[in-house]
């Protein structure tokens, strides 16, 4: 297996400009999540997915965050327009299972860096 | 506020030491987890614990989950250069979806 694939693995942008992140996740996992990692904030959790269905978005920070997932293969994490406080590795997370064990498998992340 | 804590948020041992990380919570958890995040990576899974008390060994590493489900710790035998990284606890709280992290304990073992 593959594991969670993202894309791509660094970005470099200008304010203002729009950013898109891009996963797929494993082969057969029903649930699909996006976070962000800083070293203030440690591993938030944005958004996530049942069967391609967003189920809670409450800490996609702002509007200008949004997400989307077309298919079971693929979705992605899209900012618009960015900021320098945006910076922050983003990483993606699929799982099978939901209640109590939760295993989350995650991709290697996406490093954005807003200038 | 951080609904899990971890402790330390730091720690810098020699190699064939033993240590101990802490991870702490007023909330009662489902279940926990443990994951490793080196440099460049996501997290990996190391553990998932579900029932109070509950203990798991996985070679060096000994998890215990509390018996009040609010609290865990990891600790490690025998420490090696290939422990050093990111530990991160997340659990499940009661009665709620999410998966919460803790901020993580950064591990540094020196040969």
């Known amino acids: 297996d593959a594991g969670v694939i993202q894309s791509p693995r660094h970005e470099v942008t200008e304010m203002g400009q729009e950013v898109t992140l891009r996963c797929k996740p494993i082969s057969g996992h029903d649930y699909l999540f996006w976070y962000r990692q800083t070293m203030m904030r440690g591993l938030e959790l944005l958004i996530y997915f049942n069967n391609n269905v967003p189920i809670d978005d409450s800490g996609m920070p702002e509007d200008r965050f949004s997400a989307k997932m077309p298919n079971a293969s693929f979705s992605t994490l899209k900012i618009q327009p960015s900021e320098p406080r945006d910076s922050a590795v983003y990483f993606c997370?699929?799982?099978?299972?939901?209640?109590?064990?939760?295993?989350?498998?995650f991709g290697p992340g996406t490093r954005l860096t807003v200038t | 506020t951080q609904l899990l804590e971890q402790s330390p948020q730091f720690l810098s041992i020699q190699e064939g030491e033993n240590l101990t990380v802490y991870c702490n919570s007023s909330s009662v958890f489902s279940s926990l987890q443990w994951y490793r995040q080196e440099p460049g990576e996501g997290p990996v899974l190391l553990v998932t614990v579900v029932t109070g008390g509950e203990v798991k060994k996985l070679k060096r590493l000994t998890f215990q989950f509390g018996d009040a489900r609010k609290d865990s710790s990891l600790h490690i035998t025998a420490a090696q250069p290939g422990d050093t990284g990111l530990y991160l606890c997340?659990?499940?709280?009661?009665?709620?979806?999410?998966?919460?992290f803790g901020q993580g304990t950064r591990l540094t073992i020196n040969p």
């Open positions: 997340a659990g499940i709280i009661q009665g709620a979806q999410k998966l919460v």
């Open positions: 997370a699929s799982s099978s299972k939901y209640g109590l064990k939760n295993e989350q498998y």
